[in-house]
């Protein structure tokens, strides 16, 4: 009896841990889960990436998509992943503290001019070999899909660093952007996305930083009366799988997989720009906010608070990944 028990338990555990291995003649499935809705940049390449699969490995795969946190949220995710509950996350570059400190460098303040020198990098030999720097924790990086440059958003107008002093600002557990919002001398209060509308509409938090796609898509525009255009930090994703997964497919599978990610990735790094400056127009015209264009000089006065973050995250990100990353800001 008690032998049988633990067998069961055995199985059970070996199941809850192992690949979706599909039983003979069935798909292989892929759960893939996020955060945001469908229509954003993630969520459409989420459901691109769906149909692709649908339309060439019927039978072989059936990809599921689950948006807006409905099967994990971000504080779960990644365990939710290594333990084979799920096959495939696009977390932002924030969320993979636990495993890798190099990845920071895309939450570095103003270290990017725009984001044509974002794509520059991720196109770089050093954000390829970023890809790979989880694999100790059994992480693959499949490929970077774009979202956008990040916006303040607050309950009082933000023109200069020293506005944002006193408030809770919502952030991605980071440390670096921890470290950006204690430089203007404000609160920054980790904070599942989920939770972000609810928290800046009860007053938790009084600020947060998005794309216009996220203040966009979750209605934070209703409960933040003032958005400085500041575009002073990146959020974009990585695409990611478990190498025990990615490896356990058929070569033939796998190789077509890999071909439909490249051709999503394509997509959705050619039209994020187009999906935010969308959503920046419609926030715009509903008028619940009052948009803060910042001069050279004012922004200039945020990169300057800010900039010194760099220095104190440079030997956990590694200075050669800040000087690959500053290296692009000058086009070729
Ligand atoms: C956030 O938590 O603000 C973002 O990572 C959400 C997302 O996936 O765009």
């Not at 919002?181 to 939770?195: E, S």
């Not at 938790?204 to 400085?228: D, L, R």
Request: aromatic fraction near 8%.
């Amino acid at each position: 009896m008690y032998k049988s028990c633990v067998a069961a338990m055995v199985a059970a555990l070996y199941w809850l841990s192992a690949p979706a291995m599909a039983a003979e003649g069935e798909p292989i499935v892929i759960k893939f889960a996020h955060v945001v809705a469908d229509d954003t940049p993630k969520g459409k390449g989420a459901l691109l990436f769906q149909k692709l699969v649908g339309e060439r490995l019927a039978g072989k795969v059936k990809v599921e998509v689950y948006p807006n946190s409905t099967l994990v949220g971000d504080a779960d995710e990644m365990q939710a992943l290594l333990d084979g509950k799920v096959q495939m996350l696009a977390p932002s570059l924030s969320k993979f503290d636990k495993y890798t400190k190099k990845l920071q460098v895309f939450d570095l303040p103003f270290l990017f001019d725009d984001e044509a020198a974002v794509q520059r990098f991720q196109n770089r030999e050093m954000s390829r070999e970023l890809l790979r720097s989880m694999a100790d924790s059994g992480i693959y990086g499949l490929a970077y899909w774009n979202n956008g440059l990040k916006q303040l958003s607050a309950t009082r107008a933000l023109v200069k660093p020293e506005d944002a002093a006193g408030l809770a600002f919502r952030i991605q557990p980071s440390t670096v952007l921890e470290a950006q919002f204690d430089a203007v001398g404000a609160k920054p209060v980790r904070l599942p996305f989920a939770d972000v509308y609810k928290s800046l509409q009860n007053g938790v938090v009084q600020g947060a930083e998005n794309p216009w796609s996220n203040i966009a898509s979750q209605k934070m525009n209703t409960v933040q009366p003032f958005i400085t255009e500041s575009n002073h930090g990146v959020l974009n994703y990585m695409l990611v799988t478990t190498s025990k997964f990615w490896m356990s497919m058929p070569f033939a599978v796998r190789s077509e997989l890999e071909g439909i990610v490249l051709e999503v990735t394509q997509t959705v790094n050619k039209e994020a720009a187009a999906l935010n400056q969308r959503d920046r127009d419609r926030i715009v015209a509903s008028g619940t906010s009052k948009l803060i264009t910042l001069t050279p000089e004012q922004r200039q006065a945020w990169r300057e608070q800010m900039m010194p973050v760099w220095k104190t995250y440079e030997a956990d990100i590694g200075a050669d990944v800040i000087r690959a990353a500053l290296t692009v800001n000058r086009k070729r």
